[in-house]
């Protein structure tokens, strides 16, 4: 393999960036770049590991500086979401979504789904 090509998952953590900012009981993930089904996994993988402490009872997803959301993305934060809510009672919480993004999550009705 040449040195100038990249692996897939060199490729998503390309246009993907997870941090997670904080943890405790409600643990923050700060998402940039864009969410889709290339990089949909490494969220899912940042959400996962965050929520494996038994006290974490919810999770924020901070969108301030996340650029694209396709169904890929949506699904990982339904997933997570689901998974809280059997297992925790807990929720998933979306802050800082704007532009596209927001516009996304308004027109599926996830907004509304995180907030029951």
């Known amino acids: 393999m040449s040195g100038d090509r990249h692996e897939p998952a060199d490729r998503a953590s390309d246009l993907l960036t997870v941090t ?3 943890t405790g009981s409600e643990p923050v993930i700060a998402v940039k770049g864009e969410l889709d089904a290339a990089t949909a996994p490494l969220l899912g993988a940042a959400a996962d590991e ?5 006290e974490v009872v919810g999770l924020v997803l901070d ?6 959301l396709d169904s890929a993305g949506l699904r ?3 997933r997570v979401r689901n998974e809280l809510r059997e297992h925790r009672g807990g929720s998933i919480r979306i802050v800082n979504a704007a532009g596209i993004v927001a516009r996304v999550l308004e027109i599926t009705g996830i907004d509304q789904v995180l907030s029951d």
């Open 20 to 22: 997670l900012v904080s």
């Open 50 to 54: 965050a929520i494996r402490p038994t």
């Open 63 to 68: 969108f301030e500086e996340l650029r694209f």
């Open 76 to 78: 990982v934060i339904i």
